[in-house]
């Protein structure tokens, strides 16, 4: 079993969609998760950060983490075809590792 | 703006030759960068961790006499890619640690084509 999984999509979703994805894992010692944004043949941009529990939010994403079912949650509102990318999960349980989910590909289209 | 940059963004050589990459911070400090590999429609895979003044550690699996690391400074982490070979093509990303904003920044990677 990975430590992260995550959804491969690729999830296509219409202009203006509000857009959902997660991330789940096993590793009870995970206290840092963040979100980055992966363009094709770029590298990745990191968007949310949070600290344990709890939710976050910057302009149109919200960052959700649930430590008691080891799930979290990036959610992408009034969505834009300047939005498809991959999106990547990681977390850490402090420290030099990190752990990264295996991506997914969202498309939105206009 | 970018706070890790990459050089060079792409690269061919000729097979048999030696590349270098190489990652700076630029507006922080960083004992500590990581080096990744990632395929097409891959994740990330942690090739090494580049501590500064001292040996990377690489992870299983990874030829460390193949893949040069080098961390001579708090700002510059170098990876040469010896002897290179076609199956080396790939896209080499690293990332470093900013222990003020606790949190982990990417280059913009730097594509190798072997040929």
């Known amino acids: 079993q990975k430590e992260v999984e995550q959804d491969p999509g690729p999830l296509s979703v219409p202009e203006g969609a509000i857009v959902s994805l997660n991330c789940t894992y096993s590793?009870?010692?995970?206290?840092?998760f963040m979100w980055y944004r992966q363009y094709s043949r770029k590298g990745p941009e990191l968007l949310m950060y949070?600290?344990?529990?709890g939710n976050k939010e910057d302009g149109r994403f919200t960052a959700q983490v649930d430590k008691s079912s080891k799930y979290i949650s990036l959610f992408i509102r009034d969505s834009q075809p300047s939005d498809s990318a991959t999106y990547l999960c990681?977390?850490?349980?402090?420290?030099?590792?990190?752990?990264f989910g295996a991506g997914t590909i969202l498309r939105v289209k206009s | 703006g970018a706070v890790v940059s990459q050089h060079p963004s792409w690269v061919i050589c000729k097979s048999g030759t030696s590349v270098k990459i190489e990652c700076r911070s630029l507006?922080?400090?960083?004992?500590?960068m990581f080096w990744y590999r990632q395929f097409p429609k891959q994740s990330l895979m942690l090739m090494a961790t580049?501590?500064?003044?001292?040996?990377?550690?690489?992870e299983q699996g990874v030829e460390k006499d193949k893949f040069l690391i080098n961390h001579a400074s708090l700002t510059l982490s170098t990876l040469t890619v010896t002897s290179a070979h076609p199956e080396d093509s790939s896209f080499y990303i690293c990332?470093?640690?900013?222990?003020?904003?606790?949190?982990?920044?990417f280059g913009e990677g730097s594509w190798l084509t072997v040929v």
């Open positions: 507006d922080f400090q960083a004992t500590t």
């Open positions: 580049s501590n500064e003044g001292s040996k990377a550690t690489y």
């Open positions: 590793n009870s010692a995970f206290q840092y």
């Open positions: 990681a977390m850490s349980p402090g420290g030099n590792k990190l752990v």
């Open positions: 990332s470093a640690r900013d222990f003020r904003r606790n949190t982990i920044y």
């Open positions: 949070t600290y344990s529990s």
